[in-house]
């Protein structure tokens, strides 16, 4: 008996699991992103689901300073990176480009204009891209 409830509740609670995964994953595919574009970087980050894992990073070209990812550690993975373009918050040419936490704050990273957004999806040994914009 024992056995069963356990079963069933594995396989309930794996169920749940999946279906948030699946919903995560139809969310980003399906999200305008072009409605986010040239706004500040906060407006995206409101209307996507939390994660706690966002970083900055240096980007390419190096002349647009920072970028942002945002990585959903899920099955199948999924991150975006968010794109700026002429800063008006943050110093591009920042000589601690090797230390990007500190080069470009977050706090102040959020507030610049959106250039490019792009979702990413790993699944086994494949990376796709799953959504795209970028300002023209």
């Excluded at 986010?36 to 995206?44: A, S």
């Amino acid at each position: 008996m024992k056995k069963i409830f356990f079963l069933t509740a594995l396989f309930y609670s794996f169920s749940i699991c999946t279906k948030a995964q699946s919903n995560l994953e139809s969310l980003l595919t399906n999200i305008n992103l072009n409605q986010y574009l040239d706004k500040p970087i906060d407006t995206l980050l409101a209307h996507i689901p939390y994660t706690d894992s966002i970083s900055v990073h240096g980007s390419e070209p190096v002349t647009r300073g920072a970028m942002l990812v945002v990585v959903y550690d899920s099955i199948p993975y999924m991150w975006l990176d968010i794109k700026i373009y002429e800063p008006q918050f943050i110093n591009p040419n920042s000589f601690n480009w090797y230390q990007p936490e500190i080069a470009w704050p977050l706090s102040l990273l959020r507030k610049e204009k959106i250039w490019q957004i792009t979702v990413y999806k790993a699944d086994l040994n494949k990376v796709s891209v799953i959504n795209f914009a970028e300002l023209q």
